[in-house]
């Protein structure tokens, strides 16, 4: 398959060629039929990413061979599996920079790693007067656990206003961060915009007044390479199910101090040290965060994830989807009547618009008839919507296995909507 040339500077890594034909070949749902045997087209990335059947084989593998509880058996089958985890669990480590595979706390996903900050470190720590600052354009799941949070300990929330372009309005960050803000929670990418945070720059103004600096990389960890320690961030959330892993399992990085002082958030087997029917002690991080058996196919699944998207390469990763979404925003943006809901200057993999005239579910449903799998709505982003005044977003988004005439059939379809609505 030829690829057309790049209409728009890719911003990661080499321009290595990909055989596309080969890596979509690994992904068997791509060769699927959508509607009326259509081929499927899948743009929907963003809400979750699709699975290589070396993930695939992987998780069944394991229950055809090698499945047991960890942690708890003396059996060969149990040591197995115990074994298989950690080695996953260093590989994530590796994979995000941490500094120490007892930095990363297994979850379901991200919201649930956010959630275990707020109750845990938030619930414990934040007292009135205290303020939490979130940003206008982040998802509900790093918005909700800190207004409950607030609500529970009196503390203050506070968000940052977003530009026109969709971009953080970086004076009215410096504004609002002041010696009582105690922790930063901001999206390393924009589910519903695409943006891309400056998030070293902020973590470094964060941190120098005292704030710890939670980077929720939902949108990041599956586009382009991470390094918390460069990324200079206290806590990184990620979920499996969009880096081409399996649902169910997700991956909270804490910086090891202060994991060390949060206590348990739920609590039960496998995250005690010793318990008597006068009280408890806690095992240390990360099995105080782990209370329970653990999705232990869903862990192996992840690991097999990292070890594909690092064979293709996360920095080529970036550069093919700086290449799809160049084209997709130039063709897109010319289709008479759409307006594009985010244009920071620097953005990955989303692409959000509204068509004059025509409900975003409509062109959803003409999209979707084309065999076209966008996501219409407001991408559990509602104060991105109301900021941008429109209810919801046609939202495409991108993976490296997509191709430019993907993007053409995106294309057409739109312009077969405004035909039939418009
Ligand atoms: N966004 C989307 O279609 P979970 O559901 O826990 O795996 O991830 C939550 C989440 C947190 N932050 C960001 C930036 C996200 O994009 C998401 C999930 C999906 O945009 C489903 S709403």
Known sequence: MTEPATVAPPRHGPATPLDIDGIRADFPIL?????????????DNAATSQKPRQVIDAVSR????????????????????????????????????????????????TTEAINLVAQSWGRTSLRPGDEVLVTEMEHHANLVPWQVVCEQTGAAFRAVPITDRGELN??????????????????HVSNALGTMNPVR?????????????????????????????????????????????????GVLYGRKAILDEMPPWQTGGDMVERVTL??????????????????????????????????VGLDVIGHREGELLGRATELVRAIPGVRLVGTAREKAAVLSFVLDGVHPHDVGTVLDDEGVAVRAGHHCAQPVMRRFGVPATVRASFAFYNTADEIDALVRGVERARAVFG
């Open 31 to 43: 060769g699927t039929a959508a509607r009326d045997g259509r081929p499927l087209v899948y743009l």
């Open 62 to 109: 394991f229950y055809a061979s090698e499945n047991a509880n960890i942690h708890r058996g003396l059996h060969f089958l149990s040591e197995r599996a115990t074994a298989a985890f950690d080695v996953a669990r260093e590989k994530v480590a590796r994979f995000l920079g941490a500094g120490s595979p007892s930095e990363i706390v297994f979850t379901r996903g």
């Open 170 to 187: 970086l004076d009215a960050f410096d504004r609002l961060l002041t010696d009582r803000t105690r922790l930063f929670a901001v999206g």
């Open 201 to 249: 720059e902020l973590a470094v103004r964060a941190r120098a007044r005292g704030a710890l600096v939670l980077v929720d990389g939902a949108q990041s960890a599956p586009h382009f390479p991470i390094d918390v320690a460069e990324l200079g961030c206290d806590f990184f959330a990620c979920s499996g199910h969009k880096l081409f892993g399996p649902t169910g399992i």
């Open 278 to 311: 006068e009280g408890s002690t806690w095992a240390p991080p990360p099995a105080r965060f782990e209370a329970g058996t653990p999705p232990i196919a869903e862990v192996i699944g992840l690991a097999a994830a990292i070890d594909y998207v690092e064979r």
